[in-house]
Nanobody, 122 residues
Framework: QLQLVETGGGLVAPGGSLRLSCVAS????????IGWFRQAPGKEREWVSS????????VHAEPVQGRVTNSRDNAKNTAYLQMDSLRPEDSAIYYC???????????????WGQGTQVTVSA
């Protein structure tokens, strides 16, 4: 069983940056696509970014395009989401997830972390 734990969330002013980490245990992360998702109060969970198991494929959702960097270090069993130029509308709980498929769909990810809160406010 793969367990995922996100860290790095917090309160940041508009225009600021945060780096989220997703640490895996139980199984090697190298076999999985990693997706990042977010969910704001009263809204559905939405996909943010995905990175393939070998980091050769990357894709980002349009609202965050140019402002996020998705990376991974399989030797450390850890994935990262660097977020820059943050906006109030980026406020949400951010989740990392792992799946066998290359996908942007929530339903294709089998393992989920507990989430980390990101709040962008002055």
């Amino acid at each position: 069983q793969l367990q995922l734990v996100e860290t790095g969330g917090g309160l940041v002013a508009p225009g600021g940056s945060l780096r989220l980490s997703c640490v895996a245990s139980g199984l090697p992360l190298s076999g999985y696509t990693i997706g990042w998702f977010r969910q704001a109060p009263g809204k559905e969970r939405e996909w943010v970014s995905s990175i393939s198991n070998d980091a050769r494929s990357l894709v980002h959702a349009e609202p965050v395009q140019g402002r996020v960097t998705n990376s991974r270090d399989n030797a450390k069993n850890t994935a990262y989401l660097q977020m820059d130029s943050l906006r109030p509308e980026d406020s949400a709980i951010y989740y990392c997830a792992a799946g066998i498929k290359w996908s942007v769909r929530t339903s294709d990810y089998d393992y989920w972390g507990q989430g980390t809160q990101v709040t962008v406010s002055a």
